[in-house]
Every structure is written in C-alpha cells, then in structure tokens.
C-alpha cells in the first residue's frame, strides 16, 4: 500500500489544520493508523493513533486538540488539529501496517511498516 499525505501548510497559533493520508488500496483492510511527527533536530513522535474499532492512543501533547477519522469511500484517513502552537510544528507522517495492534503499541513507530511521505506543518505569527 502507498500512503499520500497532504494538507499541511502555515497556520497562527491557535489555529486549525486538517490533514489527509490517502491509501492506494481499500482502507478497510488496515486496523492501525498512526501519526506522527518529527520536528527540527528532534526525534520522531507517535501524535495519535487509531483502530477500526475507534480506539485511540494518543500523546498528551495532542489531548483534547487532536482528532482522527477515517472515509472509507474515500479510502482516506485525517487528522484534524485544533488550537495550534508553535511547538507543534514538524514534519507530520501517516503510517498502517497488516494485522493488528495492540492499543499501548499504536504510538511505536516501529511497529508500522507503510509511511506517507510527510506534509509541513508550520505554527507561527
């Protein structure tokens, strides 16, 4: 499967951002969607995760800010992003993996074997 992220961009603090991750095949077929971030000079970070289930697992810099939904008519995966900071600017990454995952390990960038190729996202006044 290839993913296909877009819709980054810049933003003023406090503002929003939806991103996409588009699969070339049917997104029905993968449990696991994870993004993560990787921000100048840092490593790269698990944001928020998801089951087709619904459950999520999220790091605490994206609670209640974050949110993922999926559009299997679309075959396409979002990540919309509330209230901004500047410190969430970075490179954001979707990525799937076959087969399931347990909830704890859905923000392990190692358990994912599929990654987009990362948008912008720049926070700044």
């Known amino acids: 499967v290839q993913l296909q992220a877009s819709g980054g961009g810049l933003v003023h603090p406090g503002g929003s951002l939806r991103l996409s991750c588009t699969f070339s095949e049917d997104i029905r077929n993968y449990d696991a969607i994870a993004w993560f971030r990787q921000a100048p000079g840092k490593e790269r970070e698990g944001v928020l995760a998801s089951r087709r289930d619904r459950s999520t697992n999220s790091a605490d810099s994206a609670k209640g800010r974050f949110t993922v939904s999926r559009d299997n008519a679309k075959n396409t995966a979002y990540l919309q992003m509330n209230d901004l900071k500047p410190e969430d600017t970075a490179v954001y990454y979707c990525?799937?993996?076959?087969?399931?995952?347990?909830?704890?390990?859905?923000?392990?960038?190692?358990?994912?074997?599929?990654w987009g190729q990362g948008t912008l996202v720049t926070v700044s006044s």
């Open positions: 990525a799937t993996r076959n087969g399931r995952l347990i909830l704890s390990a859905l923000l392990s960038a190692r358990q994912y074997s599929y």
